[in-house]
């Protein structure tokens, strides 16, 4: 079993919709989450990242996090054909200087 | 401010062959490290170093070499490219005192025939 699981899509919505990405993860070691985006032939950019469980806002994304079930989700509100791109999820033990673990990515077309 | 910058952006070796990715990063970054990604693989560690003069082995390390001889730089050398070595390649970094996650560079794709 992989340490993070992540549904690699394609997921395909239209324009406006609500978007929910997700991944788990086994190792209760994790304190430390965060969410990159990908766009085709770039790296990756990171978009939100969080210490704690709850949820963290910033713009049309939220961040969730919920420890007790090692389950972490990103909220894309008001999807836009520009949010198109592979989000990465990815977890360490730590910030800045611990080893990163990521998902496989999942995959999003936002239809105009 | 470039950030990170990883060169060549693509490159094409034959099997046996030797070269360097190159990286460098503006921010005075000390926490600096290489991963490959492959399709349904993810992104995975290869090598990191937390200083100058400090590396250690990531997650699939073999077949590659890294030094850290300043705070800007990090290349990643293949001794004997083989075709499994094929993979897109990131370098990122980080700050240790600032707490706040890596960034990425933009990539080296590179194919072994």
């Known amino acids: 079993q992989k340490e993070v699981e992540q549904d690699p899509g394609p997921l395909s919505v239209p324009e406006g919709a609500i978007v929910s990405l997700n991944c788990t993860y086994s190792n209760s070691a994790f304190q430390y989450f965060m969410w990159y985006r990908q766009y085709s032939r770039k790296g990756p950019e990171l978009l939100m990242y969080t210490y704690s469980s709850g949820n963290k806002e910033d713009g049309r994304f939220t961040a969730q996090v919920d420890k007790s079930s090692k389950y972490i989700s990103l909220f894309i509100r008001d999807s836009q054909p520009s949010d198109s791109a592979t989000y990465l999820c990815a977890m360490s033990e730590g910030s800045g200087t611990y080893k990163y673990i990521f998902g496989t990515g999942t995959r999003l077309k936002v239809l105009a | 401010n470039a950030g990170v910058t990883q060169t060549p952006k693509f490159q094409v070796l034959k099997t046996g062959q030797s070269m360097t990715l190159q990286c460098a990063q503006d921010?005075?970054?000390?926490?600096m490290s290489w991963y490959r990604q492959d399709p349904g693989m993810g992104l995975r560690l290869i090598h990191y170093s937390v200083g100058a003069g400090i590396t250690d082995q990531g997650e699939v390390p073999n077949g590659y070499n890294v030094s850290r001889s300043t705070t800007e730089d990090f290349p990643l050398r293949l001794l004997s490219a083989a075709p499994s070595q094929t993979s897109v390649y990131f370098c990122?970094?980080?700050?240790?005192?600032?707490?706040?996650?890596?960034?990425f560079g933009d990539g080296t794709r590179l194919s072994i025939l």
């Open positions: 990122a970094s980080s700050s240790v005192s600032s707490n706040q996650p890596q960034h």
């Open positions: 921010m005075n970054h000390e926490y």
